[in-house]
């Protein structure tokens, strides 16, 4: 995403909080899914594919002035 200078300090304070100060980030998101968890007693199939959790792995990779660092979180959504 390019954007004007204008709209940084939102960008930044919502999406960037947790990361230093630079001139160029890129971002990176990879979802590895381990495990799928189905609601317990639904029998309506549609209900299930709605209701069911994600379990896995969320990889983050940054790249802040070409200096590139990664983290990896479990998550349940």
Not at 36 to 56: H, N, Q, V
Request: hydrophobic share 35%; glycine share 4%; aromatic share 10%.
């Amino acid at each position: 995403m390019q954007l004007d200078i204008k709209f940084w300090p939102k960008v930044k304070d919502e999406f960037l909080f947790d990361l230093p100060e630079g001139k160029k980030y890129r971002m990176i998101h990879k979802y590895e899914i381990k495990e799928i968890i189905m609601p317990k007693g639904e029998k309506d199939f549609a209900k299930i594919r709605l209701m069911a959790k994600r379990k896995g792995i969320l990889t983050r990779s940054v790249e802040i002035d070409e200096k590139t660092s990664s983290q990896q979180t479990d998550f349940e959504a």
